[in-house]
């Protein structure tokens, strides 16, 4: 996968490393017991929850699951360390976004931690 986005950034004329990652989550309904399996309150979805990180095209950079009820703020911390450490290789990641979901603690650790910046996006609420 890591060659493939490689050669992606590169035919659409990025450079080959990613600077930018874009974080979000989505929780997954299972049915089966297991011990990553939690509730997240705020969807009332009983199961596995997914972080997703992808760079500014949409490739992907890397996924983490867990259990549902940990929040987005602190799962965040985990995932982009994750991202981090998978991408030593290229520390050209200067920057994360992410939705509301993403403020507080996981600012806090991306800036004080990694020292990388995380703003968040207000949802836009229909």
Do not use: W
């Amino acid at each position: 996968m890591d060659k493939l986005t490689v050669l992606r950034r590169q035919k659409t004329g990025r450079r080959a490393v990613p600077s930018y990652g874009i974080i979000d989550a989505q929780s997954l309904k299972t049915q089966y017991a297991s011990e990553e399996r939690g509730i997240d309150g705020g969807k009332k979805v009983k199961g596995h929850k997914r972080h997703v990180v992808v760079d500014i095209l949409g490739n992907l950079l890397h996924v983490k699951v867990h259990a549902a009820n940990m929040s987005d703020t602190k799962s965040a911390c985990i995932v982009l360390e994750s991202v981090i450490d998978k991408y030593d290789k290229c520390p050209s990641l200067k920057a994360f976004s992410g939705d509301a979901g993403y403020r507080g603690t996981a600012v806090d650790f991306a800036a004080g931690r990694l020292g990388l910046s995380l703003p968040h996006f207000r949802k836009n609420r229909r």
